[in-house]
């Protein structure tokens, strides 16, 4: 045909005998033809390869709920599955065919944060991204995405395309977003159930102090002078008994009182305080108790005073009756990162506290309770035969801000 026509033909054409594919060109000329062939058996069998590679990729997009995009990185032009339009409730002619079909939708308070993590992992050369962000439907309402991508490479690591997915996580973020709330709403519950709490502790100390105190003031009055008319020894002997039973009872009332409400915390400060508890501990329970710190008593609501102090308070209980402790240290610091640290540390027998931080234990859960209602983290860490840590950190500027 090149003959009789004078025309250049060319074609590719299978040789069985051989197994390969070759590419030939015929041209004429005034002496005959020249004729050329080029073995293309590789690059046929790289079509091939992408072209299942293609069918899979098409099927997969149908059998997914997700919705994939495929972005050529050189031309900027982006497909989009059947899902996009089934998710986003967009017409195919309202889609633009290059990257503008996502980049525009995307919420204006996502965009920028979420288009300069997608380039700032091509430009770094990397292979995933990853981000969440809100994207705009056609009935201008937003739905919460998970999306994710591999980005692909030539020869020259250029990157040349990228392949993803959007998840649609709108569901589980109104949840999490509920959830966050609910937990908002259980904190406020918390700190007045404990303002009520200590509310009530400082009624019934002044009920304890005054009422009581005073009835027992205007008894032991009372006994006293009989006492002091009464002129058989033996009475006297009982009367005497009766006082220093009296004088115990005082004691145990006071020591009742200060629990509920120490008003040392008023009068004299966070530090003042658990120094004197730690000692009117360590007489109780010979156990000796240690106190050291440099924090100003104006870096300290009231508020957070009193968590502390209770949290230190059942920590010390707990120890007293669990651990075997001879020697508990309680430490009060400033970090460098702005951060109040309370460590209470026993060397006692010690936990395992994977099964026992998972138990209903009124006082661990008391102390969890106290360090969340102002903003506190406490952590707990235990060696068996080697002790007990207790440690609450939280940022000062809350509580500066409180007491302001």
Known sequence: QALQ???????????????????????????????FFKDISEQKSNEAETLISNERFELASLATDDVIWDWNLITNEIWWNIRFREIFLYDQSEIESDINSWKLRIHPDDRDRTIKGIY???????????????????????????????????E??????????MMDITERKKSEIALHHLNEQLKQYSSKLQKAIEDER????????????????????????????????????????????IDILVKSLQRIASDLRPTM???????????????????????KCY??????????????????????????????????????????????????????????????????????SLGLVGMQERARSVGAQLSISSVKQKGTRIKVQVPIKIHVHEKN
């Open 5 to 35: 026509t004078g025309e250049i033909m060319q074609w590719e054409e299978f040789l069985p005998p051989y197994s390969r594919w070759f590419y030939n060109i015929v041209y004429p000329n005034n002496q005959g033809l020249s004729v």
């Open 120 to 154: 700032d992992c091509i430009d770094q050369k990397k292979k995933f991204w990853s981000d969440e962000y809100r994207f705009r439907k056609r009935d201008g309402n937003y739905a919460y995405l998970y999306d994710r991508g591999y980005i692909m490479y030539n």
């Open 156 to 165: 020259n690591q250029q990157p040349i395309r990228m392949i993803g997915a």
């Open 202 to 245: 400082t009624r019934i100390a002044h009920e304890i102090h005054d009422e009581l105190g005073q009835q027992i003031t205007l008894i032991k009055l009372d006994i006293n002078a009989i006492n002091s008319s009464c002129t058989d020894k033996q009475a006297r002997k009982e009367y005497q008994k009766v006082l220093s039973s």
């Open 265 to 287: 915390l008023d009068d004299l400060g966070f530090k003042a305080t658990v120094e004197w508890y730690a000692k009117e501990f360590s007489k109780r329970t010979k156990i």
């Open 291 to 360: 106190f050291s710190g440099n924090v100003s008593e104006e870096l300290l609501s009231k508020n957070l005073s009193i968590s502390l102090f209770r949290i230190i308070q059942e920590a010390l209980t707990n120890c007293a009756r669990h651990s075997n402790a001879t020697e508990i240290l309680i430490e009060f610091h400033v970090l460098k990162n702005e951060i109040l640290q309370l460590k209470i540390t026993d060397n006692g027998n010690g936990f395992n506290t994977k099964e026992n931080l998972n138990t209903t």
